[in-house]
């Protein structure tokens, strides 16, 4: 675009592990001015920048003092209207649940120049990791990829867990640990039998792994000691579990 100033590179870092960034956006990386990089983003990455490199943690912590998604935005046009590389490091794909539609929306609405780099999600990547399959012939063909952030009764809530519950297929759920015990409730009510397999995976990519396995009945009583991030897997699948 003509007379646009600076770059914004929206780059999803994958499920945790660095190896899992795509080689695009190693390469913005490395030739970045600016990272502005969430919580869940592969930090190991940054450590080979070059020292010049602002490097700005926009991570939303929970209870902890954090920058609006307003505030980021804000900060990510600034620098790229002063003629900075920007990269906007997220964890996993920056358009499953990560805001980077809105983040190039906002671009977009500024003039800023601006590229997406899809990542390896971890809706499907964590389960993977850990042995499941979302999908396998002969068990589902169907996927459903679902954010638990809300509690099911906050009426800003879209998810309708009691739907869910009546279908069929794998159920992955991302941001649901705290809303597990209402969830698992849900979908029984909504249909789904109790002995349905479930999965609680946490930091597979990591040094913390952790793995639990459970139906819909003892689910959350299984899982109460597993803290988020986690994926959800709720499905006949979960049976293909391998150990951590």
């Known amino acids: 675009m003509s007379g646009v100033i600076g770059h914004v590179a929206i780059v999803g870092g994958g499920p945790g592990d660095p190896g899992l960034l795509t080689l695009r956006g190693f390469d913005l990386l490395k030739q970045a001015d600016v990272?502005?990089?969430?919580?869940?983003?592969?930090?190991?990455?940054?450590?080979?920048?070059?020292p010049d490199v602002e490097i700005v943690d926009v991570g939303k912590a929970p209870h902890k003092q954090r920058r609006s998604q307003e505030e980021i935005e804000e900060l990510m046009l600034e620098r790229a209207r002063a003629g900075k590389r920007v990269v906007r490091l997220k964890g996993g794909d920056p358009y499953v649940f990560g805001r980077g539609s809105e983040e190039a929306a906002a671009c977009a609405r500024a003039g800023v120049a601006y590229e997406l780099v899809p990542g390896v999600t971890s809706a499907t990547a964590v389960p993977g990791l850990a042995g499941i399959p979302v999908t396998q012939r002969g068990v589902t063909q169907e996927v459903t990829l679902v954010s638990g952030h809300a509690h099911p009764d906050d009426p800003g809530s879209t998810v309708d867990w009691e739907r869910l519950g009546a279908g069929g297929g794998t159920v992955v759920v991302l941001m649901g640990v705290t809303h597990l015990p209402v969830i698992a409730?849900?979908?029984?009510?909504?249909?789904?039998?109790?002995?349905?397999?479930?999965?609680?995976?946490?930091?597979?990519?990591g040094a913390s792994a952790q793995l639990v396995t459970a139906t819909l009945a003892t689910v959350a009583e299984a899982a109460r000691e597993v803290r988020p991030p986690a994926i959800i897997v709720v499905g006949d699948v979960v049976a293909e579990a391998r150990s951590l």
């Not at 969430?38 to 920048?49: F, I």
């Not at 789904?192 to 609680?200: D, G, I, L, S």
């Open 185 to 205: 409730e849900r979908l029984v009510r909504g249909g789904r039998p109790e002995q349905t397999p479930v999965a609680v995976v946490r930091d597979v990519a």
């Open 35 to 50: 990272v502005l990089v969430d919580r869940l983003a592969p930090h190991e990455l940054l450590e080979g920048l070059r």
